[in-house]
């Protein structure tokens, strides 16, 4: 087949997986990721990862939904069409309160959700690492590092050897 | 990427001398069971046989789901008369219906995103359930202010958008407030369900594979076979998208939990103020028995108890189905079981506390309306809910009717009559005999009204079997993320290491 994507190993343990990609981190690769079926806690700084940017957009979207909820009872009630209900002002910051408590909710949880999707870079419905033909057993109870061929450092027998070193099992190539 | 400088301090030399104290808690999942196991148990679910209960149970929910259909073409037909509404009552079974359906979803919301955020690890077990409920419930409570506004078809007035006649929704009004509360708090809890699913999903998409080729080898018949073939387009596409190409990245991992952790904490303020909004409706109305400070936290209380009621009315038939005897424990219902215990003595606190300040208020109008929920005309009402809500729960002060199942089912049915009773006694007492004696009146819902509710029993029915089928019952991902060895820490027991 054509070029390969990676090599890929497979780990028993969430332990196992822990401590193989404090190494991979220390080895300085850049372009690797740790394939898991649920999230293993603390595997983010095994990995060195930052924090996740998902928080600009949920704020992004809060903060934008409090003031829609605000200007449409303002735009809605005082400006366009001012109509006097029950003798109440035309505008005022309290009542339209649980108007716009309520969108800020709406709209940061959008920017939660649609967030989580950006930065993720998802849907993509399909994927390299979907080649390995033992993919299945990733969502399933085992865990994997795969090593990008991209990445700066990549040396095909070289990565292959650290990954054994590491405890991985099955060791193999994906192909593009 | 260069040695962090973190990592020294991290592992300090003193760590590896260190042992973990040895706390006997209760396992999440009994019986040791792998993570393997789990997959197989919670994905079986949805790719075995359909069982014969099932079909008999969505023949019948659909059956009764069709009560709504009637009641509602019967009522668009006649108007809002058909309800049984007439002055002084001009809000009856509809409001208590829709109170009660929305009251029910709280306990979705509570166990998926107040628990999470108290690190409550139990909740896994029973919060994809309890998401499903409360979009089933909110859909079926959509339906009542829907249809009460009369002309249907203009319902969309209720939202801001420009009509032809320029007028603009009344934003001082609480029903308006509540078209936002209750339409914000279906499309987050729809988010946050299928955000959830997102990586239970991914995993039978990988497994639709293996499992078609094991169904194609029990199919007999050329029937059947296509029948597989079909079925197996089917489930890849269906799965597939819906997975939106997840494959557990740890990159991804840590993206999601961000903001499954986030949208957790929006739900949070979401569900109290969705009901504090919902008590508004009440509350913010001049009238004896609904203008009281105390509706709010009551309100939402309320909404938490009678949810957890239909939590274990929904989820103890299914553990015993299922044999989810190792994944929904007898720990889970112990705790279901308290905190309906909690909630519910909330909730006979409220209706203490309501009393006293009618007395201490010194308002013979609200004094009045008391007195007479308690010893008027609807007296009856008034002590089916204080017998259902604040006697019957109090059973789960006993460690032995925790542990009867079927006596727990019995108390949770009871719970939820109590709570719809509860919206019945506070919508209709303080309507039906109000200031002026000469205007009093006996409110009776027609048959309408009744096939009307018990219809949306059948269509909650339906919509939660279809989940049953087709999406995972539990989070299976989350269940394997509590169990002890999910901790890159977690060290096997003595005889192991030694």
New interface residues.
Partial sequence: MSRKYGVIALFDTAADIYHAAEQVRDAGYQRWDALTPFPVHGLDAAMGLRRSKVPIFTFVGGFVGFWTGMFIAWYMGAYDYPLVVGGMPYFSPVFPFPVAYELTILLAAFGAFFGQFITNRLPMHHHPVMNYEKFASITDDRFAIVIESQDPIYDESETEALLRELGGKEVTFIDE | ????E??VL?DPEILKEVRPAKMPRRPIVENDR???WI?EKVCGIVEGKTPIWWWIGFCVCGMVASFVGVGLIYLVAVGTGAWGLNSPVFWGWAIVNFVFWIGIGHAGTLISAILLLLKQKWRTSINRGAEAMTIFAVSCAGIFPLFHVGRVWFAWWLF?IPTSN?????????L??DV??VS?YG??SL??WY?GML?DL??IR??V??VARKRMEEARTVFQRKFEIFYYGFRRYFY??LA????????????????YL??AG??T??VL?VHT?VS?DFAVANLPGWHTTIFPPYFVAGAIFSGFGMVLTLMLPLRSMYGLHDLITQYHIDCICKITLATGSMVGYAYMIEFFIAWYGANPYEGFAFVNRAFGPYAWAYWIMITCNVISPQLFWFKKIRRNAALVWVVSIFVNIGMWFERFVITVTSLANDFLPASWDYYTPTVVDIFTFFGTFGLFGVLFLLFLRFLPLLAF??I??VKA??????QPTQEDSA
């Fill in positions: 990427m260069a040695q962090p973190g990592t991290r792998s993570f393997h997959t801001p320029a007028v603009w929704p009344n934003f001082r009004s609480p308006e407030w936002f509360a914000t499309i987050v988010l946050f955000m990586p991914a995993t990988d497994r594979h293996g597939g998208i939106m190409g997840w494959r557990g990245s740890n990159r991804h991992w840590s993206n999601y939990e961000m903001a986030l949208l929006l739900s303020p979401l103020s909004i508004f991902a989350e394997k993320a060895e999910a901790d890159p820490h977690y």
